[in-house]
């Protein structure tokens, strides 16, 4: 049988049990040209909260009543005549927070498991590697000497922006939530200085460890923290709008950067980034990052939990910061 | 003797007339190498609220005790072996709030007022024309067939923002504030359409008026326009933050603009500017607009206003919108 995670409700402010429900169906047969894989892993981010409500966005929101999105990997067990894909090749795509699915193909693309465990491709060689590569590197136009800034600096997203920064000759100043976080940071990415903001005051945090202020602020929390690094530009700063964790859940309207006027007093610029804009380039970019993580540059941890009937739990990690590393449910049972 | 306005006291809020005071002294003598300068006409600007403050700016604040400062623009009258000026050259620079300056020519430059009456320098070939020229071309990153908005668009700066982007083959909508300035916009500057938002609810008014979107907005007032303008972008938007005039007069924080991650929906920028980074080129742009003004494609108004002992009024309409076109004092006692 396929256990499915079927949106049924749009949630106002956090989700609710009643959000989703754990269904049962039969395992789909693939179609003339398609075929069946089996997920293996599932991927949870934060930007699947903004897919729920019901607003134009860069995405179409998911329906209700449909398997909730999320990105995948899993491998194919059927074929039904694919022109490409057969029995045993490992596929990465939005299969969704489901145990089978079947696909013609497109939006997916096959990767070597032999060369990496799966639930790499589906972390720093998947989305959130992409989104850093390509939102530092193309967005935040990084240069060598750069003191670069990062929010959500343990996950998934920003512990590889902070860890490209570092490879390219920066200063590095990771934003993250606790101690254990921030030591992972400094100990063991080799970031210059981590803020704990639980425990830290943001401003003076900032300037005690950006004293000479900052060029590249790559945002991935919004709030507050995004105001305290406005404070904090150099001239001709970039700071690359990536997501607003802290604002997902808002019940009322999302905090604008009271801050935002030192765009104009230091000629700095903010600017969105969607990753699926770069998809032409993955393949290259896959490349250079599989490169630093054989070298031992880049690291890659991920929190992988287990079944999905804890999808509603394992969900919440994203929000509540307990979980290290990118967020993965595994749905194979073994 | 010679009038000056000095400033007194930081204001909260907008000003009151404990803010600056006027006072008389003696007309100075310049100094080996100096030339004093009579001021025929001193130029209001939304900038200059920003300057009372005593924040990090891009400009340091004006003094306690200081004579106010402005732009201006006069006539030599006495020169102690300045090396280029002489007497009757006329001369525009930062000569503050006062009938009568020395300098030493640093900062100063030379205009030909045979050729254009004296305002025109301090307007649309000025500094307001400087920004727009700049902001909306080289930050604004202006193509033929954008869809350009502006705030403030019968303003010294949006009204040549407007017209330079129809110069360049552009849809062009204003936003105003009254019929009077909206029919000026549309019927003699050639805007496509105006905006009034004093009468119409601004969402409403702007999904009317530019149904598919926005490709650059011009934003000189912040507040709930730029929100309204953010909900609009086309992909790949360009936002250019050149003043927030609704927000100078604060006593509370200013407010962010809560549409901000339409910026990451659509892949767009919100990008500051100064105009003094442009000092390089502000000739070649002023050969360009002088032009346009001479082949009667760039109309540019002056509202003039007589009499230093009148500047504390006149300020206010800079603000309460009193005014149509360039906000000017003229200085001189004829």
Redesign the interface.
Known sequence: MNKQIIFKKRPIGFPDESTWSLETTSIPEPKEGEVLIQHHYISLDPAMRGWMNDN???IAPVGIGDVMRAGSIGKVIKSNNHPSYKVGDCLTGWGGVQQYVTTDGKGWHKVDDTIAPMPLFISTLGMPGMTAYFGILEVGKLKEGDIVLVSGAAGAVGSVVGQIAKIKGCRVVGIAGGKEKCDYLVNELGFDAAIDYKSEEIYSALKKNCPEGVDVYFDNV?GEIL?AALSKLRMHARIV????IS?YNNKV??????????????????????VM?YAKDYGKAAMEMGGWIVEGKLKSREAIFDGIENFYDTFGRLFSGEKKGKLILKVIEE
């Open positions: 134009k966005s860069y919004g105001d709008i990536c997501g607003a604002q309207r999302i905090k604008g950067p009271s801050n935002y006027l030192n765009l104009l007093v230091k000629r700095a610029s903010m600017q969105g980034m969607v804009d």
